[in-house]
Protein backbone atom coordinates (compact mmCIF):
# COMPACT_ATOMS: atom_id res chain seq x y z
CA UNK A 1 0.00 0.00 0.00
CA UNK A 2 1.45 3.01 -1.02
CA UNK A 3 1.75 5.94 1.85
CA UNK A 4 0.78 9.60 1.15
CA UNK A 5 3.69 12.09 1.02
CA UNK A 6 2.50 14.53 3.85
CA UNK A 7 3.30 12.36 6.39
CA UNK A 8 2.18 13.01 10.38
CA UNK A 9 3.83 11.77 13.37
CA UNK A 10 1.78 8.95 12.85
CA UNK A 11 2.10 8.36 9.19
CA UNK A 12 6.00 8.10 9.70
CA UNK A 13 5.71 5.24 12.24
CA UNK A 14 3.35 3.36 10.47
CA UNK A 15 5.70 3.41 7.56
CA UNK A 16 8.75 2.43 9.05
CA UNK A 17 7.29 -0.35 10.69
CA UNK A 18 5.73 -1.61 6.88
CA UNK A 19 8.94 -1.25 5.74
CA UNK A 20 10.21 -3.56 8.52
CA UNK A 21 7.41 -5.96 8.25
CA UNK A 22 9.06 -7.82 5.51
CA UNK A 23 12.06 -8.89 7.77
CA UNK A 24 12.79 -12.69 6.67
CA UNK A 25 14.05 -13.33 10.39
CA UNK A 26 11.23 -13.85 12.67
CA UNK A 27 13.25 -12.72 15.80
CA UNK A 28 15.19 -9.55 14.19
CA UNK A 29 12.04 -8.50 12.78
CA UNK A 30 10.48 -8.60 16.23
CA UNK A 31 13.06 -6.53 17.40
CA UNK A 32 13.44 -4.41 15.04
CA UNK A 33 9.58 -3.55 14.97
CA UNK A 34 9.77 -3.51 18.86
CA UNK A 35 12.31 -0.78 18.48
CA UNK A 36 11.01 1.54 16.01
CA UNK A 37 7.58 1.88 17.54
CA UNK A 38 9.38 2.57 21.33
CA UNK A 39 12.37 4.57 19.68
CA UNK A 40 9.62 6.75 17.98
CA UNK A 41 7.40 7.14 20.71
CA UNK A 42 9.95 8.18 23.21
CA UNK A 43 10.81 10.86 20.36
CA UNK A 44 7.25 11.50 20.89
CA UNK A 45 6.72 11.43 24.50
CA UNK A 46 9.57 13.70 25.02
CA UNK A 47 9.27 16.35 21.95
CA UNK A 48 12.88 15.40 21.53
CA UNK A 49 14.15 18.99 19.42
CA UNK A 50 16.76 19.00 16.95
CA UNK A 51 19.04 20.21 19.31
CA UNK A 52 18.73 17.10 21.67
CA UNK A 53 18.77 15.08 18.98
CA UNK A 54 21.79 16.34 17.36
CA UNK A 55 23.67 16.11 20.80
CA UNK A 56 22.41 12.34 21.26
CA UNK A 57 24.45 12.18 18.06
CA UNK A 58 27.35 13.50 19.36
CA UNK A 59 27.33 11.48 22.55
CA UNK A 60 26.73 8.16 20.71
CA UNK A 61 29.96 9.11 18.19
CA UNK A 62 32.18 10.43 21.71
CA UNK A 63 31.12 6.58 22.58
CA UNK A 64 32.30 4.99 19.95
CA UNK A 65 35.67 6.76 19.28
CA UNK A 66 35.96 5.92 23.08
CA UNK A 67 36.43 2.10 22.89
CA UNK A 68 39.69 0.41 22.59
CA UNK A 69 40.73 -3.16 23.65
CA UNK A 70 40.76 -1.82 27.10
CA UNK A 71 37.77 0.90 27.12
CA UNK A 72 34.55 0.18 26.48
CA UNK A 73 32.16 2.78 26.89
CA UNK A 74 28.97 1.53 25.35
CA UNK A 75 28.63 -1.33 28.30
CA UNK A 76 29.07 1.47 30.77
CA UNK A 77 25.95 2.85 29.02
CA UNK A 78 24.15 -0.47 28.93
CA UNK A 79 25.35 -0.84 32.85
CA UNK A 80 24.66 2.17 34.10
CA UNK A 81 21.48 2.70 32.27
CA UNK A 82 20.17 -0.17 34.35
CA UNK A 83 19.77 -2.67 30.79
CA UNK A 84 22.72 -4.95 31.24
CA UNK A 85 20.60 -5.84 34.43
CA UNK A 86 17.01 -6.23 32.62
CA UNK A 87 18.78 -8.71 30.14
CA UNK A 88 20.35 -10.63 33.02
CA UNK A 89 17.21 -11.00 34.65
CA UNK A 90 14.87 -11.63 31.95
CA UNK A 91 17.88 -14.55 30.79
CA UNK A 92 17.84 -16.13 34.62
CA UNK A 93 14.19 -15.79 35.33
CA UNK A 94 13.76 -18.70 37.96
CA UNK A 95 15.68 -19.38 40.87
CA UNK A 96 16.47 -22.56 40.95
CA UNK A 97 19.21 -23.08 43.57
CA UNK A 98 22.00 -22.16 41.17
CA UNK A 99 24.54 -19.21 42.11
CA UNK A 100 22.62 -15.67 40.73
CA UNK A 101 24.37 -14.26 37.60
CA UNK A 102 25.33 -10.61 37.20
CA UNK A 103 26.67 -8.23 35.01
CA UNK A 104 29.88 -8.88 33.03
CA UNK A 105 30.99 -5.41 32.62
CA UNK A 106 33.74 -3.89 31.03
CA UNK A 107 36.86 -5.05 32.32
CA UNK A 108 37.27 -8.15 31.48
CA UNK A 109 40.73 -9.38 29.43
CA UNK A 110 40.98 -12.23 27.23
CA UNK A 111 44.40 -14.17 28.46
CA UNK A 112 44.59 -14.44 32.31
CA UNK A 113 46.90 -17.16 33.40
CA UNK A 114 45.79 -20.04 34.88
CA UNK A 115 47.41 -20.46 38.35
CA UNK A 116 47.32 -23.40 40.78
CA UNK A 117 44.81 -23.92 43.57
CA UNK A 118 45.81 -20.60 46.51
CA UNK A 119 47.80 -18.88 43.33
CA UNK A 120 47.75 -15.20 43.89
CA UNK A 121 46.75 -12.75 41.23
CA UNK A 122 46.95 -10.16 44.02
CA UNK A 123 51.55 -10.14 43.37
CA UNK A 124 52.23 -6.81 42.84
CA UNK A 125 49.40 -5.06 44.82
CA UNK A 126 50.89 -4.29 47.88
CA UNK A 127 48.80 -1.91 49.38
CA UNK A 128 45.81 -4.40 50.12
CA UNK A 129 45.18 -6.87 53.00
CA UNK A 130 45.78 -10.37 51.86
CA UNK A 131 42.42 -12.21 51.44
CA UNK A 132 41.73 -15.67 50.87
CA UNK A 133 38.42 -16.85 48.88
CA UNK A 134 37.72 -20.18 48.66
CA UNK A 135 34.91 -22.70 48.33
CA UNK A 136 33.19 -25.08 46.27
CA UNK A 137 31.46 -25.64 42.50
CA UNK A 138 29.02 -27.78 43.31
CA UNK A 139 25.89 -29.42 40.74
CA UNK A 140 22.12 -28.28 42.26
CA UNK A 141 22.38 -31.85 44.07
CA UNK A 142 25.08 -30.29 45.61
CA UNK A 143 27.60 -32.89 44.33
CA UNK A 144 31.22 -31.19 43.64
CA UNK A 145 32.04 -30.29 40.04
CA UNK A 146 35.71 -31.48 39.12
CA UNK A 147 37.60 -29.50 36.92
CA UNK A 148 35.59 -26.55 36.67
CA UNK A 149 37.54 -23.35 35.32
CA UNK A 150 36.78 -19.96 37.70
CA UNK A 151 37.82 -17.18 35.64
CA UNK A 152 38.64 -14.52 38.38
CA UNK A 153 39.07 -10.49 37.61
CA UNK A 154 39.47 -7.68 40.28
CA UNK A 155 39.91 -3.99 40.88
CA UNK A 156 43.60 -3.39 42.28
CA UNK A 157 43.53 -1.37 45.70
CA UNK A 158 44.18 1.48 43.89
CA UNK A 159 40.64 1.11 42.46
CA UNK A 160 41.76 0.96 39.12
CA UNK A 161 41.23 -2.34 36.65
CA UNK A 162 44.99 -2.95 35.46
CA UNK A 163 43.50 -2.04 31.79
CA UNK A 164 43.05 1.48 33.75
CA UNK A 165 46.31 1.50 35.15
CA UNK A 166 49.51 3.36 33.31
CA UNK A 167 51.92 2.24 35.45
CA UNK A 168 51.12 -1.09 34.10
CA UNK A 169 51.58 -2.84 31.02
CA UNK A 170 50.77 -6.53 31.87
CA UNK A 171 47.50 -8.59 33.12
CA UNK A 172 47.24 -7.92 36.88
CA UNK A 173 44.26 -9.20 39.13
CA UNK A 174 43.54 -11.68 37.17
CA UNK A 175 43.42 -15.88 36.90
CA UNK A 176 42.33 -18.82 35.89
CA UNK A 177 41.28 -21.21 38.10
CA UNK A 178 40.41 -25.44 38.36
CA UNK A 179 38.34 -26.64 41.30
CA UNK A 180 39.60 -30.27 42.35
CA UNK A 181 38.15 -33.49 42.98
CA UNK A 182 35.98 -32.17 45.66
CA UNK A 183 34.71 -29.01 44.11
CA UNK A 184 37.31 -26.63 46.19
CA UNK A 185 39.06 -23.53 44.49
CA UNK A 186 40.68 -21.43 46.20
CA UNK A 187 42.14 -18.18 45.44
CA UNK A 188 44.61 -15.53 46.91
CA UNK A 189 43.87 -11.99 46.37
CA UNK A 190 43.67 -8.72 48.35
CA UNK A 191 40.87 -7.39 50.02
CA UNK A 192 38.16 -6.03 46.80
CA UNK A 193 37.71 -2.42 47.46
CA UNK A 194 34.65 -0.07 46.38
CA UNK A 195 35.68 2.27 42.86
CA UNK A 196 34.08 4.45 40.67
CA UNK A 197 33.57 3.19 37.33
CA UNK A 198 35.52 5.54 34.70
CA UNK A 199 33.88 9.23 34.68
CA UNK A 200 35.71 10.78 31.94
CA UNK A 201 33.87 10.41 29.12
CA UNK A 202 29.77 10.27 28.35
CA UNK A 203 29.13 8.26 30.59
CA UNK A 204 30.57 10.32 33.40
CA UNK A 205 28.84 13.25 31.88
CA UNK A 206 25.31 11.52 32.11
CA UNK A 207 25.75 10.36 35.71
CA UNK A 208 27.00 14.31 36.96
CA UNK A 209 24.17 15.68 34.93
CA UNK A 210 21.88 13.44 36.58
CA UNK A 211 22.80 13.83 40.05
CA UNK A 212 24.11 10.37 40.47
CA UNK A 213 27.22 8.71 41.84
CA UNK A 214 30.05 6.99 39.92
CA UNK A 215 30.47 4.04 42.37
CA UNK A 216 30.48 0.35 42.39
CA UNK A 217 30.54 -2.02 46.33
CA UNK A 218 33.77 -3.99 46.46
CA UNK A 219 33.78 -6.92 44.82
CA UNK A 220 35.67 -10.04 42.57
CA UNK A 221 34.35 -11.32 38.81
CA UNK A 222 34.07 -14.71 38.56
CA UNK A 223 32.84 -16.36 35.35
CA UNK A 224 32.61 -20.25 35.94
CA UNK A 225 32.22 -22.82 33.27
CA UNK A 226 32.51 -26.60 33.65
CA UNK A 227 31.03 -29.15 31.10
CA UNK A 228 27.82 -29.96 30.71
CA UNK A 229 26.71 -26.99 32.87
CA UNK A 230 25.83 -23.40 32.19
CA UNK A 231 28.56 -20.94 32.65
CA UNK A 232 27.85 -18.07 35.55
CA UNK A 233 28.96 -15.04 35.29
CA UNK A 234 28.87 -12.88 38.81
CA UNK A 235 30.70 -11.00 41.22
CA UNK A 236 30.89 -11.59 45.32
CA UNK A 237 30.25 -8.64 46.81
CA UNK A 238 31.29 -7.35 50.76
CA UNK A 239 28.57 -7.54 53.14
CA UNK A 240 30.17 -4.17 55.22
CA UNK A 241 30.07 -2.35 51.77
CA UNK A 242 28.28 0.95 51.96
CA UNK A 243 27.29 1.29 48.38
CA UNK A 244 25.65 -2.34 48.12
CA UNK A 245 22.49 -0.16 47.74
CA UNK A 246 23.32 2.46 45.26
CA UNK A 247 25.50 0.45 42.65
CA UNK A 248 26.05 2.72 40.10
CA UNK A 249 24.88 -0.56 38.09
CA UNK A 250 22.53 -2.15 39.55
CA UNK A 251 24.40 -5.27 39.80
CA UNK A 252 23.59 -6.01 43.46
CA UNK A 253 21.50 -9.46 44.05
CA UNK A 254 21.96 -10.55 48.19
CA UNK A 255 22.49 -13.80 47.39
CA UNK A 256 25.88 -12.61 46.10
CA UNK A 257 26.83 -10.90 49.93
CA UNK A 258 29.27 -12.72 51.65
CA UNK A 259 31.59 -12.15 54.59
CA UNK A 260 35.48 -11.24 54.30
CA UNK A 261 36.04 -12.25 57.80
CA UNK A 262 39.57 -10.33 59.22
CA UNK A 263 42.08 -12.80 61.05
CA UNK A 264 44.85 -11.24 63.55
CA UNK A 265 46.32 -14.61 63.73
CA UNK A 266 48.27 -16.86 60.74
CA UNK A 267 46.23 -20.33 60.69
CA UNK A 268 44.88 -23.46 58.02
CA UNK A 269 45.53 -22.13 54.51
CA UNK A 270 47.51 -18.96 55.39
CA UNK A 271 49.78 -20.55 57.24
CA UNK A 272 50.75 -22.89 54.35
CA UNK A 273 50.99 -19.95 52.02
CA UNK A 274 53.27 -18.22 54.15
CA UNK A 275 50.60 -15.29 54.63
CA UNK A 276 51.26 -13.12 57.71
CA UNK A 277 48.35 -11.62 60.00
CA UNK A 278 46.09 -9.73 59.55
CA UNK A 279 44.71 -10.73 56.49
CA UNK A 280 41.01 -11.78 55.07
CA UNK A 281 39.22 -14.82 53.97
CA UNK A 282 35.76 -15.33 52.04
CA UNK A 283 33.51 -18.71 51.59
CA UNK A 284 31.44 -18.82 48.62
CA UNK A 285 29.91 -21.78 46.86
CA UNK A 286 28.85 -21.65 42.97
CA UNK A 287 26.01 -23.63 42.14
CA UNK A 288 25.98 -24.57 38.52
CA UNK A 289 22.75 -25.93 36.54
CA UNK A 290 22.81 -28.20 33.69
CA UNK A 291 23.50 -27.21 30.28
CA UNK A 292 20.40 -26.04 28.20
CA UNK A 293 20.59 -26.24 24.62
CA UNK A 294 23.28 -24.99 22.72
CA UNK A 295 22.66 -21.26 22.62
CA UNK A 296 24.74 -17.73 22.75
CA UNK A 297 26.23 -17.32 25.97
CA UNK A 298 28.59 -14.62 27.43
CA UNK A 299 31.36 -16.64 26.85
CA UNK A 300 30.66 -16.40 23.19
CA UNK A 301 29.89 -12.57 23.68
CA UNK A 302 33.12 -11.97 25.08
CA UNK A 303 34.79 -13.49 22.47
CA UNK A 304 33.49 -11.43 19.87
CA UNK A 305 33.57 -8.19 21.96
CA UNK A 306 37.48 -8.96 22.47
CA UNK A 307 37.44 -9.19 18.79
CA UNK A 308 36.49 -5.57 18.32
CA UNK A 309 38.63 -4.55 20.69
CA UNK A 310 41.25 -6.02 19.28
CA UNK A 311 40.10 -3.95 15.53
CA UNK A 312 39.68 -1.07 17.47
CA UNK A 313 43.53 -0.78 19.00
CA UNK A 314 44.46 -1.65 15.22
FE1 LIG B 1 34.27 -4.68 38.72
Known amino acids: MAMPHNKTEEDITAEVLQRFEQTPDPRLRQIMLGLIKHLH ?12 WFQAIEILTEAGRMCTDKRQEFILFSDTLGVSMVVDLIAHRKPDGATESTVFG ?17 RLDKAGPPTLVSGRVLNLDDEPIEGALLDVWQAQSSGLYDSQDESLNEL ?15 VRTVLPVNYPIPSDGP ?5 RATGRHPWRPAHIHFVISADGYEPVTTHIFDRTDPYLGSDA ?10 DFVRHESAAGEAVRLGIDPPYYTA ?32
Open 41 to 52: AFVKEVELTEAE
Open 203 to 207: VGRML
Open 172 to 186: HMRGKFRSDAEGRYL
Open 249 to 258: VFAVKDSLIC
Open 283 to 314: EFDFRLKPAAEQRTNVLDAQRRLAALGARAAE
Open 106 to 122: PFHRLGAPELPAGGNIA
